[in-house]
């Protein structure tokens, strides 16, 4: 008899007849001897309207109530969850991230989960129970309701997990992680295992499936964790298996992945905008003066290229999160004495392509490879990064999809 913890996301509650759909396959679970934690999202879109009331109630919301108000779609779903797996004839019970306790740190709107004492859920699970925890919400040390950040039940699934010694089965409306985005390439295919590295670039680098400190914690916890449809069949013959086989995307440790591709992987983000700072001395100190403020403004920079000219003056760009850009010049414009700098041009029409991969480690060229992909379409690259397991590139925002295609097909990803 195993322990797992199983998550549904707001799609999978959105209305009863969905909640009735989530039993089924908790039922299923239970019914196969495991003991079982469920950890649920509010119904798709509660959350938005929730965040607009309170946007609407005050500009300059107090973040403490913040959460008491958007932490509310949770409770409600976790409740009806348990009347209906009640109703099902399976023993159930609810449970606020308070009551749990799930412990986070203070930071409101964005805590973090610092402890969960695994005492109550064990002795609810002793006593028959099926445990179901409302996700995204905590405690503060100061006894307030805390929430973990957008898209946060993903991470309060995770470390429910971690605390239990369970495994944990993310279902979500898609059907596992894909090499790319389906809605761009219809090849795209269904990847069977991925390492928790290349699920943490993936979903920091805009993949959507996962929030990305879900994947760090399941990654420094060994929590073995599966992406997976809630739409399918609950009574469906495509079980997880002994081996580790099944439906979905399994998340793992690095040498449980036997197939290597080199390129695992691609991601993008629209989310891109850049700043280029013209004719600022060649001389150091002088990106200190430009990062040191943006970063004390809480922007983060993402991307960095410096061109040198002869005559002792650089142009330094960078990007910055599209909804940060305005922002951005702004600390800018503030600092132009000290940065000294000649003027500021601006782009928010770029996007980011990422191809991410840990046999990049091993294999020489694949970077080469990317450049060449996109010089043959003609696709001009603004900016690089890279790191250990992936290679970035920004470029114009009209040649993203072109752009993805073209490097799907490349490193041999597209479905047959
Ligand atoms: N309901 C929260 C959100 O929409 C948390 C989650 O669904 O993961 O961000
Ligand atoms: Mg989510």
């Known amino acids: 008899m195993g322990r797992l913890v199983m998550k549904f996301g707001g799609t999978s509650v959105a209305d009863l007849d969905r909640i009735r759909n989530v039993a089924r396959h908790v039922k299923r679970e239970v019914e196969a001897g495991h003991q079982v934690a469920v950890v649920v999202s509010a119904m798709a879109g509660k959350t938005d309207e929730l965040v607009g009331y309170v946007e609407d109630a005050s500009p300059d919301y107090d973040r403490a109530e913040y959460d008491m108000v958007v932490s509310s779609g949770e ?18 019970r609810s449970w606020c991230g308070w009551q ?7 930071m409101h709107a964005a805590a973090r989960i610092s402890a969960i004492p695994p005492e109550n859920l064990l002795k609810s699970w002793d006593e ?8 995204f919400q905590g405690i503060s040390p100061e006894g307030r309701i805390t929430t973990l950040g957008r898209g946060g039940s993903d991470t309060s699934a995770v470390a429910v997990a971690a605390a239990l010694n369970a495994r944990c089965d993310i279902y979500t409306d898609v059907d596992g992680v894909y090499t790319t985005d389906p809605r761009i ?11 928790y590295e290349e699920m943490l670039e993936l979903a920091s680098l805009g993949a959507k499936v996962l929030q990305t400190r879900s994947v760090e914690l399941a990654m420094v916890h060994k929590v073995p964790l599966r992406v997976r449809s809630s739409f399918d069949a609950p009574d469906s013959p495509l079980q997880v298996m002994e081996d580790g086989r099944g439906p979905g995307t399994l998340v793992c440790d690095e040498d449980e992945v036997m197939e290597e591709q080199v390129v695992t992987g691609i991601a993008y983000s629209r989310d891109e905008a850049q700043v280029a700072v013209r004719r600022v001395k060649d001389k150091p100190g002088i990106a200190a003066s430009i990062f040191g403020p943006l970063a004390e403004a809480g922007i983060s920079v993402d991307m960095i290229v410096q061109n040198v000219s002869t005559d002792g003056f ?44 840990i046999g990049m480690r091993s294999h020489a060229g694949v970077a080469a490879k990317m ?17 250990e397991i992936k290679v970035s590139v920004l470029i114009d925002e009209a040649w993203l999809e072109l752009a993805i295609r073209a490097l799907h097909s490349a490193y041999g990803l597209d479905a047959a």
Do not use: H
């Open 314 to 357: 650089a142009n330094i760009t960078f990007t910055v999160p599209r909804k940060e850009l305005r922002r951005a010049v702004e600390v800018l414009e503030r600092e132009k004495i000290n940065i000294g700098f000649e003027g500021l041009d601006t782009a928010d029409n770029v996007a980011k392509v990422s191809i991410v991969g």
């Open 371 to 387: 450049f060449r992909t996109l010089s043959e379409k003609g696709v001009n690259i603004e900016a690089i990064t890279t790191s």
């Open 185 to 195: 390439v219809s090849k795209a295919r269904r990847i069977e295992r991925i390492s």
């Open 100 to 106: 749990v306790p799930i412990r986070t740190t203070g």
């Open 75 to 92: 409770q409600v779903t976790s409740g009806l969850l348990a009347i209906v797996l009640q109703e099902m004839g399976v023993p159930a």
């Open 128 to 135: 028959g129970r099926v445990n179901v925890i409302a996700g």
